[in-house]
């Protein structure tokens, strides 16, 4: 099994986890180290734990505790399995809440209610989502709590100062959005744990934190691919993004055309324009 670790904060550390074990295979003991959710993207494969055993395929999750352990088996045609697994720190788990019990199912089926997030937080780690991977493994977790306890979280409430708090953290994030802040960074500003933080935020703004900062970045580039004659690439980078390509990428998909041809629309080519307009 190989494993990639695709982010870690204080709250949350992400992995993607890939088996090659098949029917000839032995099963093997491993121990979790903290609670986890691991959403099982592609494969199948056994696991046994405390006496139960469960079948897991494409859409299931496997759910951790400290100190818990379980085997795993491929006794299946199918060789190996991909996870994109969530490990949660202590502090977190207190806050989201939930019993142990829920905790220690083991397993969950794939439900569409938790399925639908695990996909969104593939397309995170892929950059295929403006929504932050860190945001939706909060999300995942939240839901994974009320769905087994079949408690719905109370709607979040945000008073005169809550809202302040929201839409200062947001000018914040615009004015620094040429840097890399993450969900904990923007908490931080707020002087809230991340976890509440992000239903604050998306709750009085509408959007998400690493939406508004994508978006926010998306603005300061159109304005400067429209006023400025600095190459796109030096753009890409001036306003936060990582790599030419998730810029293209993120711009085309908001504004329906690449970057290059947005300024060329900006410099007085209507026919891109009027294309783009044709197609609505």
């Known amino acids: 099994m190989t494993a990639t670790t695709v982010l870690h904060t204080g709250a949350i550390s992400v992995y993607d986890y890939r088996c090659s074990a098949g029917p000839h295979s032995k099963p093997f003991l491993e121990q979790h180290s903290a609670h986890s959710i691991a959403y099982v993207r ?3 494969f056994g696991c046994t734990k405390r006496g139960k055993s469960f079948e897991l395929v494409a859409g299931s999750l496997m759910i951790g505790h400290p100190g818990g352990e379980y085997v795993c ?44 997030l695990g996909e969104l937080a593939q397309a995170a780690a892929c950059g ?6 860190d945001e939706v493994g909060h999300a995942l977790a939240g839901r994974f709590v009320e769905v087994v306890s079949g408690r719905p979280q109370k709607p979040l409430r945000a008073n005169a100062r809550d809202r302040r708090r929201a839409v200062e953290t947001a000018l914040w994030i615009d004015a620094h959005s040429h840097r890399a802040i993450d969900l904990e960074d923007a908490a931080d500003e707020a002087g809230l744990s991340p976890f509440h933080f992000l239903r604050l935020f998306s709750r009085v ?3 998400s934190p690493h939406q508004y900062l ?14 400025d004659a600095r190459p796109v690439t ?19 998909r908001a504004a329906g055309v690449s970057p290059l041809k947005f300024r060329q629309a900006a410099k007085g080519e209507r026919k891109i324009l009027q294309e783009r307009l044709a197609l609505h």
């Open 214 to 227: 994508v978006r926010s970045r998306l603005r300061h580039a159109a304005r400067l691919l429209a006023d």
């Open 205 to 207: 703004l509408g959007v």
């Open 234 to 252: 030096d753009i890409a980078y001036d306003v936060g993004f990582g790599d030419l390509s998730n810029f293209v990428r993120t711009f085309h």
């Open 42 to 44: 592609k494969g199948s």
């Open 73 to 116: 088996s491929h006794d299946h045609h199918v060789c190996g399995d991909e996870c994109l697994s969530f490990s949660y720190s202590p502090e977190l788990i207190d806050e989201i809440g939930g019993s142990t019990h829920a905790w220690e199912t083991g397993c969950a089926p794939p439900l569409s209610e938790l399925m639908v």
């Open 128 to 133: 295929r989502s403006d929504v932050g991977l």
